[in-house]
């Protein structure tokens, strides 16, 4: 069974770092190794005490870095290794292992270690990455592996490993296996990564009150005045730190066992779903859980689409010879295509998310709070982020990517999706509008506009390069929580002002950053369809 269970996990390993999503990961994780420690003079921080940091010796660079990494990583790494079970349907490899003696227990435990890998690999990276910063910053080039490394195998590997767990977990439950999930696990990452700092936690936390207590003694052995508290996470600075040697934080053996407590709870919540999961035999299914459409999928014909009142897989060619028969209509074909881009969209939303849009918008207009527009226009704007995650990615999803790109002018149908995404966005945000209209502020009223567009020109771009919902929400979250918390340097809408004035980003900055986008939207579809003509002409000759 061990050689069974290990061989699932390393099949699964390698099957993902061939994608192209992995190499770019990697590459925002040596990123991320950079933001950690900044050059001396830089006006960012990841950690610090008071006005103080650390020397660049082995133990500040490797726990600085270890601690964003466990934080960053126990974010981003959830989307990277989502949909693993959801491959298996679709592709049929689950009902081949339906037919095999694989426990279902064995079966969730290789997910799991695949996660895990994919993982460590990119703790991993980070681990040399730390290793390079600290000679290329060059305050102290005396390296000492064990202070340099260990805090990755103690704070970063049982926060990843956590996070490997719930993506599988939330996987094996209908409820949280799309993009709801997503949206659940990053308020459960801003609790963990929040208050999992402060002193008295169970198990610690996430491990980081040890280390403020450990540079808080040095501190003071050295007389250094302490005047703040421990920080962690991308801190803006109006002048550079001063500096004090750390030696590092030796952990006794209560902090090591309560590590490892960590990931021992990531192996229960990993192995839990065996209680209920069926691993795709229909035998053990209620009524075949899977929906026809998913049924179809798994075969290999996505979705079954009607054609001459009969249904038809989407890849079938009588759709297309069905579609070319279909008379053609003159006249106003842009405003025809965003009207079907706009339905294409919104369809299957529930009355309820079109309460809940009313709702916002309602509250936006009326609300009598002072500064109403600060606290209303981020609601609202991510109240459709499941629905922009869409955009880029329905026609490849339902596999009628073949008959759009024998559109004679596709560069019609990106500018009516996207167009489509744009409205959706003024719809939600129509109260705060309403509201910066009424008081006369032409400013917020211009960040508004520029929001409006930036956010599904984001949308269409992630879900094109990637084809899948997960990017755009891995990345929209976070930004948008860094202007709910009220941080400027990357508010894209308006909402933070100070002395009445919109802090953020200018209107310009973001409408530049909307058009290099689009832009990227357009380069991406003309060299996807230049390799498609080039493959269909190798096939020929």
Same mark, same amino acid.
């Given at each position: 069974?061990?050689?069974?269970?290990?061989?699932?996990?390393?099949?699964?390993?390698?099957? /993902?770092?061939? /994608?192209?999503?992995?190499?770019?990961?990697?590459?925002?994780?040596?990123?991320?190794?950079?933001?950690?420690?900044?050059?001396?003079?830089?006006?960012?921080? *990841?950690?610090?005490?008071?006005?103080? /940091?650390?020397?660049?010796?082995?133990?500040?660079?490797?726990?600085?870095?270890?601690?964003?990494?466990?934080?960053?990583?126990?974010?981003?790494?959830?989307?990277?290794?989502?949909?693993?079970?959801?491959?298996? /349907?679709?592709?049929?490899?689950?009902?081949?292992?339906?037919?095999?003696?694989?426990?279902?227990?064995?079966?969730?435990?290789?997910?799991?270690?695949?996660?895990? @890998?994919?993982?460590?690999?990119?703790?991993?990276?980070?681990?040399?990455?730390?290793?390079?910063?600290?000679?290329?910053?060059?305050?102290?080039?005396?390296?000492?592996?064990?202070?340099?490394?260990?805090?990755?195998l103690l704070l970063a590997v049982p926060l990843v490993a956590l996070a490997a767990a719930f993506a599988l977990f939330f996987e094996a439950l209908p409820l949280l296996r799309g993009g709801l999930g997503n949206i659940v696990w990053f308020c459960m990452w801003v609790v963990l990564a929040v208050g999992g700092q402060g002193p008295g936690l169970p198990l610690g936390g996430i491990g980081m009150n040890?280390?403020?207590?450990?540079?808080?003694?040095?501190?003071?052995?050295?007389?250094?005045?302490?005047?703040?508290a421990f920080? @962690?996470?991308?801190?803006?600075?109006?002048?550079?730190?001063?500096?004090?040697?750390?030696?590092?934080?030796?952990?006794?053996?209560?902090?090591?066992?309560?590590r490892l407590a960590f990931v021992g709870i990531a192996v229960t919540v990993a192995l839990l779903p065996a209680l209920w999961f069926h691993r795709f035999d229909p035998a053990r299914a209620k009524h075949s859980a899977e929906r026809p459409q998913e049924r179809d999928q798994a075969a290999g014909g996505g979705p079954a689409v009607f054609v001459d009142g009969m249904p038809r897989p989407a890849g079938d060619r009588r759709i297309s010879a069905a579609v070319l028969r279909t008379p053609p209509r003159p006249g106003r074909v842009l405003l025809r295509l965003w009207g079907g881009e706009l339905r294409i969209l919104l369809q299957g939303v529930s009355k309820w998310w079109w309460w809940g849009a009313g709702f916002w918008v309602f509250l936006g207009v009326c609300s009598p709070m002072p500064g109403a527009t600060r606290l209303m226009l981020p609601v609202s704007w991510l109240w459709p982020v499941l629905v922009w995650s869409r955009l880029g990615t329905q026609h490849h999803e339902h596999g009628v990517?073949?008959?759009?790109?024998?559109?004679?002018?596709?560069?019609?149908?990106?500018?009516?999706?996207?167009?489509?995404?744009?409205?959706?966005?003024?719809?939600?945000?129509?109260?705060?509008?309403?509201?910066? *209209?009424?008081?006369?502020?032409?400013?917020?009223?211009?960040?508004?506009?520029?929001?409006?567009?930036?956010?599904?020109?984001?949308?269409?771009?992630?879900?094109?390069?990637?084809?899948?919902?997960?990017?755009?929400q891995a990345v929209y979250l976070p930004l948008w929580y860094t202007v709910a918390n009220g941080l400027p340097v990357f508010d894209f809408m308006g909402a933070i002002r100070i002395e009445g004035?919109?802090?953020?980003?200018?209107?310009?900055?973001?409408?530049?950053?909307?058009?290099?986008?689009?832009?990227?939207?357009?380069?991406?579809?003309?060299?996807?369809?230049?390799?498609?003509?080039?493959?269909?002409?190798?096939?020929?000759?």
């Open positions: 069974m061990t050689r069974v269970l290990s061989g699932l996990a390393v099949a699964d390993f390698k099957d /993902r770092v061939r /994608r192209p999503a992995y190499g770019v990961t990697l590459a925002a994780a040596v990123a991320l190794g950079y933001v950690a420690v900044p050059d001396s003079g830089a006006r960012w921080v *990841v950690m610090q005490l008071g006005d103080y /940091r650390g020397v660049y010796n082995s133990a500040y660079v490797g726990t600085a870095t270890a601690l964003a990494c466990g934080l960053w990583i126990s974010l981003g790494g959830f989307y990277v290794v989502r949909d693993s079970i959801g491959r298996d /349907r679709r592709t049929g490899v689950g009902q081949l292992l339906a037919a095999t003696p694989v426990r279902t227990w064995a079966y969730l435990a290789g997910k799991f270690l695949s996660n895990l @890998l994919v993982l460590a690999s990119m703790v991993g990276v980070l681990a040399l990455t730390a290793l390079v910063m600290q000679l290329v910053r060059g305050e102290d080039r005396s390296v000492d592996l064990v202070a340099l490394w260990r805090p990755f040890g280390v403020a207590v450990s540079m808080y003694e040095d501190m003071l052995a050295q007389r250094a005045e302490v005047d703040g920080s @962690l996470g991308l801190t803006y600075l109006d002048e550079p730190l001063r500096v004090f040697d750390w030696h590092g934080f030796t952990p006794d053996a209560g902090y090591v066992l309560a990517a073949g008959i759009l790109g024998a559109y004679p002018s596709a560069y019609r149908r990106v500018v009516a999706e996207w167009a489509a995404g744009a409205t959706l966005t003024a719809a939600v945000g129509l109260g705060p509008l309403v509201r910066l *209209v009424v008081e006369g502020d032409v400013t917020g009223v211009t960040c508004w506009a520029a929001g409006a567009l930036f956010v599904p020109s984001l949308a269409l771009a992630l879900g094109t390069l990637s084809r899948t919902h997960r990017l755009f004035q919109p802090a953020g980003l200018p209107p310009a900055v973001v409408l530049t950053a909307s058009a290099v986008l689009v832009a990227v939207v357009f380069l991406t579809g003309a060299m996807r369809r230049l390799n498609t003509g080039a493959a269909r002409r190798l096939s020929r000759g």
